[in-house]
């Protein structure tokens, strides 16, 4: 399993960024795929996902009216949208795979069964 994640870098304040996310090695369509982040210093946490119908999202309160996740499944690739981006939002973001089959999208990192590297986004003046 590969994953190829791109869009990160510096933004200032209020500004956006695009991430994608394009795996390889596993059926892409029967994967709920998932973004999360990770600060310095701090814990991995949940950012968004989406289920493999590309209809079913669900977000981190932090993140809610702000990012937007959605998929191709015809090129296989998850993108997270980012816009008015915070000093707070800098961290490095992952993305994830999961086979888990439920009616919403799962926010638990135990349930993710591939990670990628992840890229770093970087909100500053």
């Known amino acids: 399993v590969q994953f190829v994640e791109s869009g990160g870098g510096l933004v200032q304040p209020g500004g956006s960024l695009r991430l994608s996310c394009a795996p390889s090695?596993?059926?892409?369509?029967?994967?709920?795929m998932g973004w999360f982040r990770q600060a310095p210093g701090k814990e991995r946490e949940f950012v968004a996902a989406i289920r493999w119908n590309g209809v079913t999202t669900y977000y981190g309160d932090s993140v809610k009216g702000r990012f937007t996740i959605s998929r191709d499944n015809g090129k296989k690739a998850v993108y997270l949208q980012m816009n008015s981006l915070k000093p707070e939002d800098t961290a490095v973001y992952y993305c994830?795979?999961?086979?888990?089959?439920?009616?919403?999208?799962?926010?638990?990192?135990?349930?993710?069964?591939?990670w990628g590297q992840g890229t770093q986004v970087t909100v500053s003046s």
């Open positions: 994830a795979a999961s086979s888990l089959y439920s009616s919403l999208p799962t926010p638990q990192q135990g349930a993710y069964d591939y």
């Open positions: 090695g596993f059926t892409f369509s029967s994967y709920t």
